[in-house]
């Protein structure tokens, strides 16, 4: 796994490119934990993320819970059709902001 | 195939690199070999993570697949302690950010997504087996 960060403005756009299952999410869950609450907006580029497990989903929901107690807002975009249907069984796809990509994630947490 | 993984979460990538190339030699459909993938390694996890004390740092999984006419035959074989995933409560999908509950996820995949789970335990050992169907019951085109 691969967490690349780029500002856009005051927005933290993090690429995550690989897996995101138990043995890799930690690395994320460091990034997220350091910036989410502490830049006004986070958004999850997933246009490379090739697979998640719930050790992902459990980074981040820790990251959503975090931005609600710290007033940062937490957006995800490009979700792959694999990627996408582990939130949706998870019940995860109404709890998270997800927008088909940066551009549209980039409007909704402006 | 059969697999045998340490007990280390270290493990889950070289298991990955194991199911894809049964799924790819099989020419499993990419839906289906993700199922495998993401079932394969939530049971993987969860035996590592609380099927066995610190110090059974030496135990084994065995994972063993296997093609069928109609799908996929999965076996996952520990050494840990007695544990039925199947008797374990499903998790509440409908609980806001702040309630939702950490866990519980990984068994929720393996019902959803899998079929015809059997749980027994023998000689100290759970054997957990299920199917992966496929839908045109041969390899993709």
């Known amino acids: ?110 | 195939m059969e697999l045998v993984l340490r007990n280390d979460l270290g493990e889950i990538e070289r298991l990955a690199v194991a199911v894809d190339r049964f799924c790819r030699d099989e020419a499993l459909p990419d839906d289906a070999a993700f199922h495998l993938n993401l079932v394969l390694e939530e049971l993987v996890t969860n035996i590592v993570s609380y099927g066995y004390d610190a110090q059974d740092s030496g135990k084994e999984i065995a994972v063993r697949l296997q093609r069928e006419p109609a799908g996929i035959a999965v076996e996952v074989i520990d050494e840990g302690r007695a544990f039925d995933p199947l008797s374990a409560p499903e998790p509440d999908l409908e609980a806001s950010v702040e309630e939702r509950p950490i866990g519980g996820l990984g068994v929720h995949f393996l019902r959803t997504l899998m079929h015809d789970l059997r749980y027994h335990r023998a000689e100290g050992r759970n054997h957990l087996f299920f199917r992966k169907p496929l839908a045109d019951g041969g390899p993709a085109a």
């Open chain 1, 1 to 110: 796994m691969r967490v690349d960060e780029t500002m856009e403005g005051e927005v933290l756009i993090l690429a995550v490119q690989g897996r995101l299952d138990s043995n890799t999410s930690k690395e994320l869950d460091e990034v997220l934990t350091a910036q989410v609450g502490s830049k006004p907006a986070v958004v999850l580029d997933f246009s490379g993320l090739e697979y998640i497990s719930s050790a992902g989903l459990r980074v981040l929901l820790k990251a959503a819970k975090q931005g609600r107690a710290g007033g940062g807002k937490l957006a995800l975009c490009a979700l792959s059709p694999h990627v996408r249907e582990v939130f949706d069984i998870s019940g995860f796809s109404s709890i998270f902001s997800i927008h088909a990509d940066r551009a549209a994630a980039l409007a909704a947490v402006q």
